[in-house]
């Protein structure tokens, strides 16, 4: 009897594993498809992608450049990360996605095993799906974005205090995870919030919740370690850093680390210069880009009210750090949507274990297929519209993008008709008896669409890859085109000799640098600008277009058309 519990348990693990591997098997294909087939895209990828190129061509880590001036936005070790994916596969088209690509598979996977170490393995692979099937996760996580990267540590972070004080005492667990919360800080500043799941812990541990761990971790000398370990991760960059900026009187150094410290960080989140948005503006994030997971929350709420009287802090102990975190980013002025994407991994750790039972409500079943059939339906509507009506919308957005008024637009107008199309059949076959198949289906169908169809159409656009062929063959192969006014894709993908004229530096300014040095030398140098802002000694009629990118339009300018100007 013994030997046959034995064996049966063994099928069940192997089975358990076999099911988690499918799962993250179907994850790598909707998050991993399309890398290679794009090149970086604005906002921010281009920048990132251009930082980390320059770093591996310099040879100079510490301090990141954007051009020729010094980059001080960001600490620089998802730039590490960039530089190390292309150390393995030597091609920036795939690289520049592996660390999100990898950043999300690994958030899946702690997601799962949490849940299914402070319940089961059914509940852990509900609350991976559950992060899966949220848009937002995975459109950042086909982006090269910190964002993905910073979700990861965070959540090892979070993984590892949750080992700790729930599932522990795991003092190694502890101590890793405030190590990943120093890691998210060198990432993008944010890191530390993983430590605020202390502050409910505490406060649980003094009431006396149920569902924590036991015994009761004892050892203040312990606890303060995890502090060491927070910042012995920050020292791996910073102590180099600051001893480099203090020691090479670099004045462009001593710039670097007092922005970095000071106006990147603590003025950004209390005085922020840009993306303002109001204190209600992540509620609206969460309930508009976390779907189709957000769907249940209305079913969610009396469980969530009847662990609250259980005191379970299995349940709450994620929700109250979902609301630390949600308070903390809502105080600031400055928000932008990604901001609260750490928090989606303990909001499914707080759902998970309710879900496969709210399933079975034939209302949440419904709410699920008709979310599901009207993104099918709005897909269908807008290829098919494009197709055979060319409204206004789809006629300004080829203009914008650059698509061949044939065979490029036609091929994306297709491919958005196919995805609706196979998305509205597969709701009809699966109905409400196989919802969450159709949910399934509708996901794999959306990314696997946009990835292996809709990028590689829109990329000679997006990423400026045809407008700087295009440059180079006007201005021809030995020319030198200086950048004025650009973007960081311009410079990303620029073909042939090049130079630019700073890119924080003012428009004037650059132009004024710019129609000295092409004036130097008229024949072997040419100018490539936006049609903005533009001196009015240039002479328009002189001028060269190169079409639109990234909804600009670019020109050339050569030595006749600023032959007036002095």
């Known amino acids: 009897m013994h030997e046959w519990r034995s064996e049966g348990m063994m099928g069940e693990a192997a089975r358990e594993r076999r099911q988690f591997w499918w799962f993250m098997l179907f994850a790598l294909l909707v998050i991993g498809a399309g890398i290679g087939l794009r090149a970086p895209w604005p906002a921010d990828e281009p920048r990132f992608v251009l930082v980390?190129?320059?770093?591996?061509?310099?040879?100079?880590?510490?301090?990141?450049?954007?051009?020729?001036?010094?980059?001080?936005d960001k600490p620089p070790l998802y730039f590490w990360l960039l530089g190390a994916s292309y150390a393995l596969v030597r091609q920036w088209n795939i690289a520049f996605l592996l660390p999100s690509l990898l950043a999300a598979l690994g958030t899946l996977t702690l997601t799962y095993d949490f849940a299914r170490r402070s319940w089961n393995h059914r509940v852990g692979l509900w609350a991976a799906a559950a992060v899966l099937f949220s848009f937002q996760f995975v459109y950042q996580a086909k982006r090269a974005q910190i964002d993905p990267t910073v979700v990861f540590f965070i959540t090892v972070g979070v993984y590892g205090i949750g080992r700790h004080v729930l599932l522990g005492p795991n003092w190694r667990w502890y101590w890793l995870g405030c190590f990943a919360a120093g890691?998210?800080?060198?990432?993008?500043?944010?890191?530390?919030?993983?430590?605020?799941?202390?502050?409910?812990?505490?406060?649980?541990?003094?009431?006396?919740?149920?569902?924590?761990?036991?015994?009761?971790?004892?050892g203040a000398g312990k606890w303060w370690?995890?502090?060491?370990?927070?910042?012995?991760?920050?020292?791996?960059?910073?102590?180099?850093?600051?001893?480099?900026?203090?020691?090479?009187?670099?004045?462009?150094?001593?710039?670097?680390l007092n922005?970095?410290?000071?106006?990147?960080?603590?003025?950004?989140?209390?005085?922020?210069?840009?993306?303002?948005?109001?204190?209600?503006?992540?509620?609206?994030?969460?309930?508009?880009?976390?779907?189709?997971?957000?769907?249940?929350l209305p079913w969610l709420l009396g469980p969530w009210r009847q662990a609250w009287r259980q005191r379970d802090a299995r349940v709450w102990w994620p929700l109250a750090w979902l609301l630390l975190v949600l308070l903390f980013f809502s105080a600031s002025p400055g928000k932008r949507d990604m901001y609260i994407l750490p928090a989606l991994p303990a909001l499914a750790w707080a759902a998970a274990s309710f879900m496969p039972a709210l399933v079975q409500r034939r209302g949440l079943r419904w709410a699920l297929w008709v979310f599901s059939m009207l993104l099918g339906v709005g897909l269908l509507a807008v290829g098919l519209a494009a197709l055979f009506g060319n409204p206004g919308y789809e006629a300004r957005l080829v203009a914008e993008r650059g698509?061949?008024?044939?065979?490029?637009?036609?091929?994306?107008?297709?491919?958005?008709?196919?995805?609706?199309?196979?998305?509205?059949?597969?709701?009809?076959?699966?109905?409400?008896?196989?919802?969450?198949?159709?949910?399934?289906?509708?996901?794999?169908?959306?990314?696997?669409?946009?990835?292996?169809?809709?990028?590689?159409?829109?990329?000679?656009?997006?990423?400026?890859?045809?407008?700087?062929?295009?440059?180079?063959?006007?201005?021809?192969?030995?020319?030198?085109?200086?950048?004025?006014?650009?973007?960081?894709?311009?410079?990303?993908?620029?073909?042939?000799?090049?130079?630019?004229?700073?890119?924080k530096q003012p428009e004037d300014e650059q132009w004024r640098r710019g129609i000295a040095w092409l004036q130097a030398e008229p024949t072997q140098r040419v100018l490539l600008s936006q049609d903005v802002a533009m001196p009015d000694c240039v002479d328009r009629g002189q001028i060269h277009p190169l079409g639109a990118a990234n909804r600009r339009s670019w020109l050339l300018v050569d030595a006749q058309a600023v032959a007036g100007c002095r």
């Open 225 to 256: 370690l995890g502090g060491a370990s927070f910042l012995l991760a920050i020292a791996l960059w910073f102590v180099p850093m600051l001893v480099t900026a203090l020691v090479s009187g670099d004045p462009e150094h001593r710039a670097y």
């Open 403 to 503: 698509l061949e008024v044939g065979s490029g637009a036609l091929w994306l107008w297709r491919v958005l008709a196919l995805m609706g199309a196979l998305i509205v059949i597969a709701g009809i076959v699966c109905r409400l008896r196989h919802v969450l198949l159709f949910t399934a289906l509708g996901v794999a169908v959306t990314w696997l669409g946009y990835g292996f169809g809709i990028a590689p159409l829109l990329d000679g656009e997006s990423s400026s890859r045809d407008l700087m062929h295009e440059a180079r063959e006007q201005a021809g192969a030995d020319t030198v085109i200086g950048l004025v006014n650009w973007r960081e894709q311009q410079l990303l993908q620029a073909v042939g000799p090049v130079t630019e004229f700073g890119f």
């Open 52 to 72: 980390a190129r320059q770093m591996w061509e310099s040879g100079q880590w510490l301090f990141p450049h954007r051009g020729s001036e010094l980059y001080s």
């Open 183 to 218: 890691l998210g800080v060198i990432s993008k500043g944010v890191g530390f919030i993983a430590l605020l799941a202390l502050l409910p812990y505490a406060l649980m541990r003094w009431r006396g919740w149920n569902g924590l761990s036991e015994p009761a971790p004892r």
């Open 259 to 296: 922005d970095l410290l000071y106006r990147q960080t603590a003025t950004r989140y209390v005085s922020a210069w840009h993306h303002h948005a109001p204190w209600w503006y992540f509620i609206k994030v969460i309930l508009t880009q976390w779907l189709p997971f957000v769907v249940f």
